[in-house]
Structure formats: C-alpha cells, structure tokens
C-alpha cells in the first residue's frame, strides 16, 4: 500500500519560500509510471493543482503558479519537494502530495499539511 | 483553461435516499473526467474515473455517467459515511488540471 506523507513547517512569513517535502513509502517514485505531485486546498475552498514531477525529473507547473514554483524530486530518500517563492496570505492553505496515475487522477494521497503565512 | 461546474453548491438527502450530483464543463473532456469524495479533515479519496469507472474499494452504490461536457455522480442510497463534498477533475486538457468547486451532500 503506497503512502505519501508531508513534512514541512507550518508558518511561514510574508514574502519568505514555502518549503514542503513528501515521503513515499510502500513504493518507489523510481519505478515509474506515475507522476508526484502537490495540490492545494484554501481554507473552506476546493482544489488546486500545483504541479508535478516524474522521477526523471521533468516537471509541469499549473500556469497560475509556475513563476513562484520549483518541484524537485531526490529518488535516494524516495522523496519529492515543494518550493513556492515570495508567499502572501493567499498562500495560506492545507498543501496535499498526491500520485497521479497515467490514467490522468490521482489515487493516492498524504493527509495533508495546514501552512499559514503570516508575520 | 477548462472550467469545472458542479450543482448543486449543497445537497440535502436523507439516509437511504437517491443523490444525483452534476458537473459541467466549459468544454468538452471526453470521458476524461473523474470523482473525488473529500470528508472533514480529510484528504480527497477517488471514487471514479474515466467518467464511470470505479476505483477500487467503491462500492457500487457510487456511478457515474456523461461524456462531453455534462457529467453526473449518482449516489443510489445514501449511507452515513456518504455525507461529505464531493469533487469532479477533468484530465483531458492540461494544464491545468481543473476540479469543480464542489456539492456538499448534507443530512436532511
């Protein structure tokens, strides 16, 4: 059974780089056939995706976003990274790690994270 | 970038009751469309794909049926663990990949 699980701190100040890392355990993100992702959800609000990366590296940014974020992937330690630059408030959201199947959903996913930018 | 639109916002079912969610796109996903359940606290859980496939471990009272731009979730009897929101994703034009803003299925 694949689990993902995220780690990272849970302030962040205004105009500093939201750091998120997700552990996957129960298989490896070397194997393939699946893309690692972060979605985002803002407090009381639906869903938004943020991007993804394969374990080759290559990776596809939401538009919205793709200027502020940087996702990274370190096979060694079966682990992939979130990096979102120059946060605001509007930042401030529960951030999941998912796996998207080639099918095109996603079918397994972290608990989530709560992270607040705030001073 | 394709616009999910689900309806209703809230839905209030009793237990045992027959709920039917809708969701539109702005333009056509072919059957590339997926249902997500989210319950508080929770992450989303994936109950169909490919417009009416279920994913594994659904149990059949959950269907799904469309294609094109007009999708619908069916819910056949309502059970106490089914009250949550429920989420559609489109995977056909990317990216972005697109979710609807969500039904809430409440206890009446």
């Known amino acids: 059974q694949v689990q993902l699980q995220e780690s990272g701190p849970g302030l962040v100040k205004p105009s500093q780089t939201l750091s998120l890392t997700c552990t996957v355990s129960?298989?490896?993100?070397?194997?393939?056939?699946?893309?690692w992702s972060w979605i985002r959800q803002h407090p009381g609000k639906g869903l938004e995706w943020i991007g993804y990366i394969y374990y080759s590296g290559s990776t596809y940014y939401n538009p919205s976003l793709k200027s502020r974020v940087t996702i990274s992937v370190d096979t060694s330690k079966n682990q992939f990274s979130l990096k979102l630059s120059s946060v605001t408030a509007a930042d401030t959201a529960v951030y999941y790690c998912?796996?998207?199947?080639?099918?095109?959903?996603?079918?397994?996913w972290g608990q989530g994270t709560l992270v607040t930018v705030s001073s | 970038e394709i616009v999910m639109t689900q309806s209703p916002a809230t839905l209030s079912v009793s237990p045992g009751e027959r709920a039917t969610l809708s969701c539109r796109a702005s333009q056509s996903v072919s059957s590339n469309l997926a249902w997500y359940q989210q319950k508080p606290g929770q992450a989303p859980r994936l109950l169909i794909y490919g417009a009416s496939t279920r994913a594994t471990g659904i149990p059949a009272r959950f269907s799904g049926s469309g294609s094109g731009t007009e999708f619908t979730l069916t819910i056949s009897s309502l059970q106490s663990e089914d009250f949550a929101v429920y989420y559609c994703?489109?995977?056909?034009?990317?990216?972005?990949?697109?979710f609807g803003q969500g039904t809430k299925v409440e206890i009446k």
């Open positions: 994703q489109q995977y056909n034009n990317w990216p972005p990949r697109t």
């Open positions: 129960g298989g490896s993100i070397s194997s393939g056939g699946y893309y």
């Open positions: 998912a796996r998207l199947a080639a099918a095109g959903t996603w079918d397994y």
